[in-house]
T-cell receptor, first 111, second 121 residues
């Protein structure tokens, strides 16, 4: 079983629509959770951290369910510039120091 | 402020050759990480330096990989001898602290460099 699992997509979504991604993680001791965004042939960049209480940043809302080991990202009023790969990432839990990445979900916003 | 830089951006070598990748972290960041993405797979952690010390090298695939950070500034990752399966994108990241900022409880973000695309023929 992979440590972080995501639907690879691609998700083809019309501009202005709402889109949701999910991921699950296997290590119940994981302590920190994130969504990273990666554009084609670029480096990953932190989009937002994910907290148990849920958090919102503009059009983006992230949720964490520790009991189900499930993380979600909601993008409202999607823009063409939102097209990218979204990486679900966890950290901590007694394992290696580094981040543990999912393979990513590819999002294409269509005009 | 300059971000994390990596050199070279691309490297094409033949199986059996040696390649050295370099990473310059953001100035003042004591923590430096190496990651690798092999085609079709997720980004995987390789190792973590705190200043010049290896804090965690549990992700290093085998003894053909050697990472150094003499002086606690830039880091190099040498692959010798390179094998076909070493092809991929090697990312470096740096952060102020490895985990949570105890004063704010916020995670100290890891900033990634643009990566080095390594092709072993």
């Amino acid at each position: 079983r992979k440590e972080v699992e995501q639907d690879p997509g691609p998700f083809n979504v019309p501009e202005g629509a709402t889109v949701a991604f999910n991921c699950t993680y296997s290590n119940s001791a994981s302590q920190s959770f994130f969504w990273y965004r990666q554009d084609c042939r670029k480096e990953p960049k932190l989009l937002m951290s994910v907290y148990s209480s849920g958090n919102e940043d503009g059009r983006f809302t992230a949720q964490l369910n520790r009991a189900s080991q499930y993380i979600s990202l909601l993008i409202r009023d999607s823009k063409l510039s939102d097209s990218a790969t979204y990486l679900c990432v966890v950290n901590g839990g007694g394992g290696a120091d580094g981040l543990t990445f999912g393979k990513g979900t590819h999002l294409i916003i269509q005009p | 402020e300059a971000g994390v830089t990596q050199f070279p951006s691309h490297s094409v070598i033949e199986k059996g050759q040696t390649v050295t990748l370099r990473c310059d972290p953001i100035s003042g960041h004591d923590n430096l990480y190496w990651y690798r993405r092999v085609m079709g797979k997720e980004i995987k952690f390789l190792l973590h330096f705190v200043k010049e010390s290896k804090q965690d090298e549990s992700g290093m695939p085998n003894n053909r990989f050697l990472a150094e950070r003499t002086g606690g500034t830039y880091s190099t990752l040498k692959v010798q001898p390179a094998e076909l399966e070493d092809s991929g994108v090697y990312f470096c990241a740096s952060s102020l602290e490895p985990g949570r900022d105890t004063s704010t409880s916020l995670y100290n973000e890891q900033f990634f460099g643009p990566g080095t695309r390594l092709t072993v023929l």
